[in-house]
């Protein structure tokens, strides 16, 4: 469980426990009761937006830098600018050969080429389209050429299973919920004695 997830699960846990115990004293009228639970629900939902937003952000930043370790183009120590400059136009090229290619058949045939000849850019092209259409013995054969692809690959792969995961999404979804507006909330704002929230501040009228 990523750092913002847990935050999310312990702070909704907490304000909902406020809520509850709030709801709960005999000694409040039900417009207290309305305006306390407001104070503790606003300011929460907005930190559980926050910690989703981040959870998302770090999500993405981690397949991305996967994603680039098993796919993306390196450089030999001591290129120099234009050498970098080619790499990435070579890429580019490459990528663009590659998406164009009609079904997996044919993507293995490429391979089968690129490899032959040692065309680093294009089997690697071949392969990251191949992971994005789901071609999986293309991007197999590709992997199979070193333990170290093979590895950048299973991490990729079990990542993207983690994520994916249904139990994992269920989590998310419960831990950064946003807590409903209670009744007693709805009836002191119904009753004109809690205003929409506005800025920073929660305004009543005495």
Request: charged letters at 30%; aromatic letters at 6%; zero cysteines.
């Amino acid at each position: 469980m990523s750092d913002y997830l847990t935050r999310a699960s312990e702070l909704r846990a907490s304000a909902a426990a406020r809520i509850k115990e709030i709801q709960s004293d005999k000694d409040l009228t039900e417009t207290a009761k309305g305006k306390r639970n407001a104070e503790i629900r606003v300011p929460t939902n907005e930190k559980l937006t926050a910690y989703k937003n981040k959870h998302e952000a770090e999500k993405m930043e981690t397949r991305d830098k996967l994603h680039r370790q098993l796919f993306g183009i390196g450089h030999r120590f001591g290129a120099t600018e234009a050498d970098i400059q080619a790499a990435k136009l070579n890429y580019r090229d490459a990528l663009f050969r590659a998406d164009s290619i009609a079904d997996e058949n044919a993507a293995l045939r490429l391979l089968g080429r690129a490899q032959m000849t040692g065309d680093k850019e294009l089997a690697k092209a071949i392969a990251a389209v191949s992971y994005e259409k789901g071609w999986n013995r293309a991007l197999n054969d590709y992997a199979g050429q070193s333990e170290a692809i093979q590895s950048n690959l299973q991490e990729l792969l079990d990542y993207e299973r983690r994520v994916g995961n249904a139990q994992d999404r269920m989590t998310e979804s419960m831990s950064f919920t946003q807590i409903p507006e209670t009744p007693e909330e709805q009836k002191a704002r119904m009753s004109g004695t809690l205003e929409p929230r506005t800025g920073a501040q929660i305004i009543t009228r005495l």
